[in-house]
């Protein structure tokens, strides 16, 4: 079984995935940042100085200052500011992942069309396959040139 299991490791393809798994993490981890660290207060600012961060919905009815405060109070709230960073999040991703495929698949070149040469051709009086070297027709054995 530990042979098995080390062949199944080493195939290229579950590697491949392992290094993808590993870089796509560290890549989120960096497309959050930048949604939270720098797309969101740009946002917020050209709405009027809003934090997403800080967009929630206190369902226990209390005020609090902030969401640090209410979840700190122990308080049920419902954060929609943070769904709306997570959907910003995916977006970019999404667009980041859509723009790496569009030019991988500009470098991969089409594979050339392999050409046919043809081996036989059609009787033009009675429109059957003959061979290419065929003077004559053995079909309806007309003359053909």
Request: neutral net charge; aromatic residues 8%; hydrophobic residues 50%.
């Amino acid at each position: 079984m530990l042979k098995e299991f080390k062949a199944f490791a080493m195939r290229g393809n579950v590697l491949d995935l392992a290094i993808g798994v590993i870089i796509g993490g560290a890549f989120g981890k960096i497309v959050t940042s930048f949604v939270a660290d720098v797309i969101m207060p740009l946002i917020g600012l050209i709405l009027g100085k809003i934090n997403f961060a800080n967009l929630f919905i206190n369902l226990n009815g209390e005020d609090y200052t902030s969401l640090t405060a209410a979840q700190e109070a122990g308080a049920p709230t419902l954060n929609y500011g943070l769904f709306i960073n997570a959907i910003v999040d995916f977006l970019i991703v999404a667009l980041v992942i859509f723009l790496v495929i569009k030019g991988i698949n500009k470098l991969q070149r089409p594979k050339p069309e392999p050409v046919v040469v043809p081996t036989s051709k059609k009787c033009v009086y009675c429109f059957t396959e003959i061979a290419l070297e065929a003077t004559r027709c053995p079909n309806c054995t007309s003359q053909l040139e």
